[in-house]
């Protein structure tokens, strides 16, 4: 499994298009062969960390590649980010643990 850090900061000019244009790719990858999950966080200073699963290290590279994924990341690189910074991690090992219930 494959694990993506992605920690960035938003400009002030992320309006309304950024918020259409994050659905969209929401939906996407979600949809996309290989993903597994995501989640997203908030920081009070504004900073957010999205944390995605990928089955594998090729369908992170189709995801990557993804005509309209690579359309996203210019526009965000041109008017919505601040910054950003990405890891991109393999996992080594799992460890899993539920409550049973009415315990």
């Excluded at 298009?17 to 659905?23: G, N």
């Excluded at 994924?69 to 965000?76: F, N, T």
């Amino acid at each position: 499994m494959i694990v993506i850090l992605f920690r960035s900061k938003l400009t002030p000019r992320a309006g309304a298009d950024y918020t259409a244009m994050d659905e969209k790719m929401f939906a996407r990858a979600t949809a996309a062969e290989g993903f597994v999950a995501v989640k997203s966080f908030r920081a009070d200073d504004g900073e957010r960390l999205t944390v995605v699963w990928w089955k594998d290290a090729e369908s992170l590279s189709r995801w990557r590649d993804d005509p309209q994924h690579r359309v996203a990341q210019e526009s965000g690189r041109a008017r919505w980010y601040e910054y950003y910074d990405m890891e991109v991690a393999e996992v080594l090992r799992e460890s899993h643990f539920v409550r049973p219930a009415n315990t």
